[in-house]
C-alpha cells in the first residue's frame, strides 16, 4: 500500500514537471517569434525615418489632425441639441402675428410677423435677387452652408479695417438663425448656426434656401420678408421694384432699423449706394447699369404720424407670447387681442412726461422718464418706457433695473405688520442705529425721536425699516442683532416677491431696507397695487380675451387666466393703505395730492439724487412714476417728491375725472385730519420745492369721459395705420446695474 502511494506521487511529479517545460519552452519560442516579427517590422518601417524640419513639419500636422477630430467632436455633440428641434416642418411655421385692440375694442396696433411669401422665386426682380447676393453671399452656390473662403476674405478685411467691416455668414447660416435661433452673440450660438446650415443644406435645394431667406428676413417696420417689405416701404408688389428700390431692400438685411428709409431716408439711401457697388464688384452688373439707380434713389412712401403706443405694445406681445408658447392657444399664430389699454390715459401719459421734461428736465438734470399706469388687479392701462420711442425702443418701464429709495418702504412695513409686530398707532423710535459698520441716515441728517408709524412712513424716517428688520428677526428667536436683521431682510423679500417684485433679483443687502435693490417700475406699480387690492395678488396682464383669425374666443382671463392670492392680510392691506394715505396729505407726497380723490402713496429718491419715484393708487386705479438718466449720472437735487409726484397728479387726477370713484379699503372717505382738506385744495401742480421758475403745467380743456367718446368715434372714420414695429434689431438699454459707478452705493431718502 505504502509503495503504491510512492509510485503515485512520483508520476504526478513527473506530470507537473512536464508541463512546466512544455509551457516554458512555448514562452521562449514565442519570445524569440516576437522579437523576429518586430525586427522585422522596425526594418521595414527604418524606410520611412524622417529627420530634421520633415519629422517637426509632420509632427505637427499629426497633431493638427489630433486636435481637429477632437475639437470636430466636442462641437458635434455641442450642436445635437439645436439639430434634434429642428424639425420638418419648419418650412410651415409661422411665426406669431397679434392686432390689439384697447379696452373698447378699437385697434391700437400691430405686432409679429407682416409677411408676404405669395411670389415665386422666379418672379422676383432679377435684380433683387443679384443685390441681396452681392451683399450676403456671393459665393451662395458654390458652398455648402459653410463659406470657407468668404470667411477667410472677410477676417482679412476685418483685420485690415481694425473692426468689423464684412460678416462671414452665409445666407444659410443666417436662415438657421432666423428659423432655429436667437440673436444672442455667443460661441454656442454660432456652432450651433453652422451645424444647422449644414442640415439645411442637406433637405433643401439652393433655390429653397434662398426663397425662404428673402421671405423670412426681418426688414424693419415689422415687416418680414421682402414681399411685405415692399408693400410696407414703397407701396407696390415686389414684382415691380425699381433697381434702386432693390438696392435699398437689399440693404436692410445688415441693419434692418438702422436703415430703415422711413426712420432715416439718408442712412438707407447711403447704404443702398453701397449696395450698388457691391453688384458691380461682384460683376452682376456694369457700374453704367447702376448710374441711373444712384441718379435717382428710391424714397419711401410716408406712413403718416404714427400715434400707437409702442412700448405698451412691445410689452403687451411679450405677455402674449408666453401664453403662446406656453400652448395657451393651440395652433392658432393669427391672433386678435383685446386689452385693458385705456387712449385717453395713455395720450395723456406721453403728454405729461413730455411737457414735465421739457419744461423742468434741464432745471433738474433728467432726461427720462417712464410711467405705468393700471387697474388695482393689475390690467395695465397705460405705459411710457422713455422719452420718444423713435429714438430709443428699450422699455424703462418693464426692462430697466433701478433702485427705489424709500418707495420700497411700503413692502418692509407690510412684511412687519404681517408679521404682527406693528400697527399704525404703533410708536417707533427714530435714533441711530448701526448693523455692523453701516449706520443709515435721514434725509435731513438728524434723528425725530418717538413717533407713530403713520407719521415714520409719512416723514420717510430711513432709520424705521432697518430697526423693523432687526425686530422680524428677534422675533424669529435670534438675539444677534446683524443676524437677526439678515433673518429679517429674507423675509421682506419674500412679502416683496409675493406682492409682486418679480422681475429682477431683489439682492440682500444691509440697504435693502431702504431701498438698495433694484426693481422695475412695472413691478414697483403691481407692488402697491396688491395693496389697493386688499392684499390680492396683482400680476400685470395685457389680455382680457384672445381670439383666432377666424373671430373665434380662445381664451379669456376672467375664465382661463390666473386667479389672484391673498398674498397679504386683510387687515395688513387696509392697515398700510391707511398708513399711505397719509403721505400726500402730511408727508413727502404733498404735491401728488388729488383735490376731490383720496390717494395713497410713497416717495423715493436714491443715493446721490440718481433715481426719483412716486407711486401711488386709488380705489380705482394705480401709477408708477420714475425720473432720471439712462447712464445713471446725478440730477440736480431732484427727489420723488417733485417731478414724479407731480406727473403722478397730472395722470391721475385726468384718469379720475369723470369717473365713478370707488374708496380705498382701509382709508376714511373724508380726511381724519381736519387739515387735509386744505393740504388737499391747496396743493398747485407742477410746482416743485419753492422754486418760482417753475411754472404751472396747463392740461386740456377735454375731460377724460369727453377724450374717450371723441376717440372711439374718430377711430370709426380714420384709416388704422400700421403701428411703430418692435425694433428688433436694437437691444441696447441701459440697467442701473450694469454700471460700475453704481456698485456698492447706498440708497438712501425719500
Not at 448710374?291 to 412712401?301: E, S
Not at 403728454?351 to 421739457?358: F, M, P
Request: glycine share 10%; proline share 5%.
Amino acid at each position: 500500500m505504502e509503495f503504491r502511494r510512492k509510485t503515485l506521487w512520483s508520476r504526478l511529479r513527473r506530470l507537473a514537471l512536464g508541463a512546466d517545460a512544455a509551457i516554458d519552452s512555448a514562452l521562449h519560442a514565442a519570445g524569440r517569434s516576437a522579437a523576429e516579427r518586430y525586427e522585422r517590422f522596425r526594418s521595414l518601417m527604418g524606410a520611412f525615418t524622417i529627420s530634421g524640419p520633415t519629422r517637426w513639419a509632420n509632427e505637427l500636422a499629426s497633431e493638427t489632425l489630433t486636435i481637429g477630430i477632437a475639437g470636430l467632436t466636442v462641437l458635434t455633440v455641442l450642436a445635437q441639441s439645436s439639430v434634434r428641434d429642428a424639425s420638418e416642418d419648419f418650412v410651415r411655421r409661422q411665426p406669431l402675428a397679434v392686432t390689439f385692440l384697447d379696452r373698447y375694442g378699437s385697434e391700437i396696433g400691430k405686432r409679429g410677423i407682416r409677411q408676404d411669401d405669395s411670389v415665386k422665386l422666379e418672379q422676383l426682380p432679377d435684380h433683387l435677387i443679384k443685390a441681396a447676393l452681392a451683399t450676403e453671399d456671393r459665393r451662395f452656390f458654390d458652398h455648402y452652408g459653410i463659406d470657407l473662403v468668404g470667411l477667410t476674405r472677410a477676417l482679412t478685411v476685418n483685420a485690415r479695417a481694425s473692426g468689423v467691416v464684412q460678416g462671414g455668414s452665409t445666407i444659410t447660416q443666417q436662415l438657421a438663425k432666423n428659423l432655429f435661433l436667437s440673436n444672442q452673440r455667443s460661441l454656442d450660438r454660432k456652432i450651433k448656426e453652422a451645424f444647422l446650415a449644414i442640415w439645411l443644406e442637406q433637405r433643401l435645394t439652393k433655390n429653397e434656401i434662398l426663397k425662404l431667406y428673402l421671405d423670412r428676413a426681418y426688414m424693419g417696420g415689422g415687416a418680414f420678408g421682402v414681399g411685405a417689405a415692399a408693400e410696407y416701404y414703397f407701396g407696390k408688389s415686389v414684382k415691380d421694384l425699381t433697381l434702386a428700390e432693390s438696392a435699398m431692400l437689399a440693404g436692410l438685411f445688415k441693419a434692418p432699423t438702422r436703415f430703415a428709409p422711413h426712420v432715416n431716408l439718408p442712412a438707407a439711401r447711403a447704404r443702398a449706394s453701397d449696395v450698388l457697388s457691391n453688384m458691380v464688384e461682384a460683376r452682376f452688373l456694369s457700374a453704367g447699369q447702376v448710374d441711373g439707380a444712384r441718379r435717382n434713389p428710391a424714397t419711401a412712401i410716408d406712413r403718416g404720424r404714427n400715434t400707437s403706443p409702442d412700448y405698451y405694445l412691445d410689452w403687451a406681445f411679450e405677455e402674449v407670447s408666453k401664453l403662446a408658447d406656453a400652448g395657451v392657444f393651440g395652433a392658432d399664430r393669427v391672433l386678435t387681442v383685446k386689452t385693458p389699454h385705456d387712449p385717453a390715459i395713455q395720450a395723456k401719459s406721453e403728454q405729461a412726461v413730455e411737457q414735465i421734461l421739457r419744461q423742468f428736465g434741464p432745471d433738474y438734470g433728467a432726461s427720462q422718464a417712464a410711467t405705468v399706469t393700471m387697474d388695482i388687479d393689475g390690467g395695465g392701462r397705460a405705459m411710457v418706457g422713455g422719452r420718444d420711442y423713435s429714438a430709443s425702443q428699450f422699455n424703462r418701464a418693464t426692462d430697466a433695473a433701478r433702485q427705489p429709495g424709500s418707495s420700497f418702504k411700503p413692502f418692509v412695513y407690510t412684511a412687519a405688520m404681517a408679521q404682527g409686530l406693528y400697527k399704525p398707532n404703533s410708536i417707533v423710535t427714530d435714533a441711530p442705529v448701526c448693523i455692523g459698520n453701516w449706520c443709515p441716515n435721514n434725509y435731513g441728517r438728524s434723528y425725530a425721536g418717538s413717533m407713530p408709524l403713520t407719521i415714520a412712513m409719512a416723514k420717510s424716517i430711513n432709520t424705521i425699516p432697518v430697526r423693523m428688520s432687526i425686530q422680524m428677526g428677534r422675533a424669529l428667536g435670534e438675539t444677534h442683532e446683524g443676524r437677526a436683521a439678515a433673518l429679517g431682510r429674507k423675509r421682506i423679500i419674500e412679502m416683496g416677491r409675493r406682492m409682486g417684485l418679480v422681475s429682477t433679483p431683489l439682492t440682500d443687502s444691509v440697504a435693502l431696507p431702504i431701498g438698495a435693490a433694484e426693481v422695475t417700475v412695472l413691478d414697483m406699480t403691481a407692488g402697491f397695487s396688491t395693496l389697493a387690492n386688499r392684499g390680492r395678488q396683482a400680476l400685470p396682464y395685457a389680455a382680457t380675451e384672445v381670439y383666432a383669425s377666424n373671430g373665434n374666443l380662445l381664451w379669456k382671463r376672467d375664465k382661463d387666466g390666473h386667479r389672484p392670492e391673498q398674498v397679504v392680510p386683510v387687515q395688513v392691506a387696509d392697515d398700510m393703505n391707511f398708513i399711505l394715505s397719509r403721505v400726500p396729505i402730511e408727508g413727502t407726497g404733498r404735491r401728488a395730492a388729488l383735490e376731490g380723490v383720496v390717494s395713497a402713496g410713497k416717495t423715493g429718491t436714491t443715493n446721490g439724487y440718481k433715481d426719483a419715484w412716486y407711486v401711488g393708487y386709488t380705489g380705482n386705479m394705480s401709477t408708477g412714476v420714475w425720473f432720471g438718466n439712462d447712464d445713471s449720472s446725478e440730477t440736480a437735487n431732484m427727489t420723488g417728491g417733485s417731478l414724479p409726484a407731480m406727473t403722478f397728479k397730472e395722470i391721475m387726477a385726468f384718469a379720475h375725472t369723470g369717473l365713478d370713484l370707488r374708496s380705498i379699503p382701509g382709508v376714511p372717505v373724508v380726511p381724519t385730519d381736519p387739515r387735509a382738506g386744505a393740504a388737499v385744495a391747496a396743493a398747485k401742480p407742477l410746482q416743485p420745492d419753492s422754486d418760482a421758475r417753475l411754472q404751472q403745467l396747463r392740461s386740456g380743456h377735454l375731460n377724460r369721459q369727453s377724450f374717450e367718446v371723441i376717440s372711439t368715434i374718430g377711430a370709426m372714420f380714420r384709416d388704422v395705420q400700421p403701428s411703430k414695429p418692435v425694433d428688433v434689431s436694437a437691444a441696447g438699454g441701459f440697467r442701473a446695474a450694469d454700471n460700475p459707478a453704481t456698485q456698492g452705493k447706498i440708497t438712501e431718502v425719500r
